[in-house]
């Protein structure tokens, strides 16, 4: 398994901006697609939001993020990045990095809030 620590969760206002971190202290780092996940409140299932490939392509997004959300990683510092842009308020969730699209291996979460 890799450690993962997500970061930069926050309470912002809808149409607001975060930018959500992923590191890591794993030694084989840059071989992982890396996975954002997230769960909603009340909600039990994980739901896929965004991918990125071991040296930043393939990037792949879920449709309801597509031209809001940027996934971009910098392998040297070990690090992921989720830009989100133009929030709403069902976004709200506890944001994962994983190294699975199920969640599997993932970190403890980062808080979004989206409220006015």
């Known amino acids: 398994e890799v450690p993962l620590v997500e970061s930069g969760g926050d309470l912002v206002q809808p149409g607001g901006s975060l930018r959500l971190s992923c590191a890591t202290s794993g030694s084989h780092w840059n071989y992982f697609h890396i996975f954002w996940i997230r769960q909603a409140p009340g909600k039990g299932r994980l739901e896929w939001v965004a991918t990125i490939g071991p040296d930043g392509n393939p990037k792949r997004y879920a449709d309801f993020v597509k031209g809001r959300f940027t996934t971009s990683r910098d392998n040297a510092k070990k690090m992921v990045f989720l830009q989100m842009t133009a929030l709403k308020s069902e976004d709200t969730a506890l944001y994962y990095c994983?190294?699975?699209?199920?969640?599997?291996?993932r970190g403890p979460g980062t808080q979004v809030t989206v409220s006015s």
């Open positions: 994983a190294t699975s699209a199920d969640g599997q291996n």
